[in-house]
């Protein structure tokens, strides 16, 4: 893998997603980090599908303070886009 190859990343990260359990601490980790590459990608429904993942899967994660508020700015950009 190349060093900055964001799509090899989501690739890699979603492999141990698949290979984790949900209930994997390190799942919402997972989950918030492929948040933030949704977002960059401006995808704000699938960052919102993961940051709600960390919210409710994984409520006491140290993740989940930055879940919500990634989940809000996504919610937010993603009405300003549907508007036009």
């Known amino acids: 893998m190349e060093a900055g190859d964001p799509d090899e990343a989501e690739r890699l990260?979603?492999?141990?997603?698949?290979?984790?359990?949900?209930?994997?601490?390190l799942d919402g980790d997972a989950c918030y980090?492929?948040?933030?590459?949704s977002q960059?990608?401006?995808d704000w429904k699938i960052a919102n599908s993961f940051y709600e993942i960390v919210v409710v899967n994984h409520p006491d994660s140290r993740m989940a303070p930055l879940a919500k508020l990634g989940g809000a700015s996504a919610a937010s950009r993603s009405r300003r886009t549907t508007r036009g």
């Open 13 to 25: 990260l979603r492999v141990a997603r698949d290979q984790m359990h949900t209930r994997h601490p």
């Open 40 to 42: 960059d990608k401006r």
């Open 33 to 37: 980090i492929l948040g933030r590459m």
